[in-house]
């Protein structure tokens, strides 16, 4: 195996080895909502439908590779907690967040949320055959379709209150804009994922129009980024550039294409992909990370460098490697990976560091949090892994 992959491969097996020993809560059941630095549980900490449901898509996904079955209890305990206590059987749909005890807390329905119960449902899915989880799945999706499509203008609005009734409190976006890109980023690669399991007609119609409305709307023509948020009428309302955004844009389309299977659509898309991945190279320091992100309004660069932007930049150029064969992607790809190795991996207490700052020291935050998941980390171990094992 190659040096790369092998690295991966280990790193990958070191990060699920730190989820398993201190995310679950083996007294009040389902996983901690919080962890600190010292590996503690904060006891009281909410839980967020993001990190049930990514802990439930990377134990699902780590028994379909290495068909371990302790992963497979992991991912069966998610589900479980996922169900019996995100589930709003009332409204349809599922919380924002619960307390510690389970009980809902942030009733609203955040469509971002919604990406990722349906992203965890279906790769779970496709790990234990479990049809009760594919029926959720494909109940989440309608019920996100039914009051989130906006049939008139396209794409997906950006949240609802507790019974699916407007809002102007969006959480995510910056009011009062209803889209924004990082919903649409994570419904695509949700919708995509189900798809892969539930080969549905409306359902890829979806996926078809999500694919056409990034090339046509979310990626600006002139600049190849990402535009963050817009009105309805997908007016572009804010210039910030996030260079980790774009980055991981440019492999998750691109994996929808594939999925899609239609050539013409692949052939734009494939270029689109290119195009931004050159893009972001502009956010690259000397020492192979890019910053967090820019504002041009402000004049103002952000120069942390966060775990999960790391984590996609390497996917993202190793992509762009694999589409372009311009070694100069790969070599991105690579220092990337050596940046992670030397500054963001956390050899004394497991996993990752959330951030470094510009002077190259670690922030000592929670491990474990309402948005530090194991995602983005074990999710480019596996994609490398899996691009070099072809």
Not at 76 to 102: C, E, M, P
Not at 278 to 290: M, V
Not at 319 to 342: P, Q, R
Request: proline share 3%; net charge neutral; with cysteine.
């Amino acid at each position: 195996m190659d040096r790369f992959a092998r690295e991966n491969l280990t790193e990958w097996k070191r990060i699920l080895a730190y989820w398993e020993k201190f995310s679950p809560d083996y007294q009040r059941g389902g996983f901690h909502g919080q962890v600190n630095y010292d590996n503690q549980p904060v006891l009281d900490a909410s839980r967020s439908i993001i990190l049930i449901s990514r802990i439930l898509w990377t134990f699902s996904l780590a028994y379909r590779h290495f068909h371990r079955r302790r992963y497979l209890v992991l991912a069966d305990r998610a589900y479980h907690y996922l169900y019996n206590h995100f589930r709003d059987t009332k409204n349809g749909g599922v919380y924002w967040s619960v307390t510690a005890a389970g009980v809902p807390l942030e009733t609203r329905k955040q469509l971002y949320g919604h990406a990722f119960a349906i992203y965890g449902l279906s790769e779970y899915y496709a790990a234990s055959k479990f049809k009760p989880a594919l029926d959720f799945a494909q109940e989440l999706f309608q019920t996100v379709d039914k009051h989130g499509y906006d049939a008139e203008k396209g794409g997906y609005f950006e949240a609802f209150g507790p019974s699916w009734e407007t809002v102007d409190d969006l959480i995510l976006s910056k009011m009062p804009w209803n889209k924004s890109q990082n919903t649409h980023l994570h419904i695509i690669e949700a919708f995509t994922n189900l798809y892969r399991v539930w080969p549905d007609a409306l359902l890829k119609k979806r996926v078809v129009h999500l694919t056409d409305a990034f090339m046509e709307k979310l990626v600006s023509p002139e600049t190849y980024r990402l535009r963050l948020f817009f009105d309805r009428d997908w007016q572009p309302k804010d210039e910030t550039i996030s260079y980790g955004h774009d980055i991981e844009a440019s492999w998750l389309l691109w994996e929808t294409a594939e999925v899609l299977n239609d050539h013409e659509r692949s052939q734009k898309v494939k270029q689109l992909c290119i195009k931004m991945a050159e893009a972001a190279c502009t956010g690259l320091g000397e020492d192979g990370a890019l910053d967090y992100e820019f504002d041009p309004a402000a004049n103002h660069r952000n120069h942390e460098r966060s775990w999960w932007v790391l984590a996609e930049q390497m996917v993202g150029f190793y992509n762009a490697y694999e589409l372009t064969g311009e070694s100069h992607y790969k070599d991105k790809s690579l220092k990337s990976w050596e940046f992670i190795k030397k500054y963001v991996m956390d050899t004394q207490k497991g996993d990752w560091f959330g951030t470094v700052k510009p002077d190259l020291t670690p922030v000592r935050n929670a491990k474990v949090s309402f948005w530090k998941c194991p995602y983005h980390n074990s999710r480019a171990c596996y994609e490398i892994v899996r691009r070099l094992e072809k």
